[in-house]
Every structure is written in C-alpha cells, then in structure tokens.
C-alpha cells in the first residue's frame, strides 16, 4: 500500500504517542510505502525550525529529523502542478499523492479532509486508516 503522509500527522508521529507514532511505526517496519517529496521535506524542515512553533529545533536538529524521515520514505519526483488549494502545501500533497501512485493521503488537515479523494487517491485521518486497515 502506498501513502503520503501528510506533514501535520508526521509532526505528531515524531513529538507525540498515539495513532500518528503507529503509522510511522508502520513504515518503519515496511507494511506500508511512504511517499514525500522535497517539497513536503521542505515543509516538515521549516516547520521544526519557525520560531511561531513549539518545536523550535535548530538547523542541524532539524535536518537530522528530516534525514531520517527521508530515509523512511520513497521521494516522488514530482510533475504535477496542482492549484486546486489556495494554500500551496496542500496542492504540495495532492501533487505527491498523484505522481507516486497513492493509494492513500492520511492527513489531518481539514481542506484536504472535506475532499475525501483527488483523481482516486483518498484522503483519510490517521484514525480510518486503522479502523480500515487494522494492524496490516
């Protein structure tokens, strides 16, 4: 099964027990295929440094986070120029999900949520995913 995860459950995956934190687990574990791109990796870097943000990490903190997310996933070179969302992160996610075959975007984002699926890609919370897939 292929899947982006979306950076708000990663940074919940990463800083937090729970629903998110199995997800990883997941991937960790190769039951599951996780899809990003740099642009997503940008995202996820940008936010453990903002000062606007709990989280606050330095650069090297960072990029070692972020290196070991990469190293987890698969990155999808990405073509697609989605303009669907106003916000460009959004259209950042949709623009991975489609260029790498997902099945799945797990998100906690409500804009991406309300849509339910872009061009047969699904758009699930954490929380469906297990209640769908259980312990895959």
Not at 24 to 53: F, Q
Request: charged fraction near 30%; proline fraction near 1%; hydrophobic fraction near 40%.
């Amino acid at each position: 099964m292929r899947i982006v995860i979306d950076t708000n459950v990663l940074i919940s995956a990463i800083f937090w027990t729970g629903k998110p934190k199995q997800l990883l687990n997941k991937v960790r574990c190769r039951k599951v295929i996780y899809l990003t791109s740099e642009d997503l990796l940008d995202e996820l870097r940008d936010i453990l440094v903002r000062k606007d943000k709990p989280f606050k990490l330095s650069e090297g903190e960072a990029e070692r986070v972020v290196t070991g997310i990469r190293e987890l996933g698969e990155i999808v070179q990405t073509h697609s120029q989605v303009t669907f969302f106003q916000d460009e992160r959004d259209n950042h996610v949709i623009e991975c999900a489609i260029d790498g075959g997902a099945e799945y975007i797990v998100s906690g984002d409500l804009h991406l949520l309300e849509l339910k699926s872009f061009k047969g890609v699904k758009i699930i919370t954490v929380s469906d995913f297990f209640s769908e897939y259980g312990q895959i």
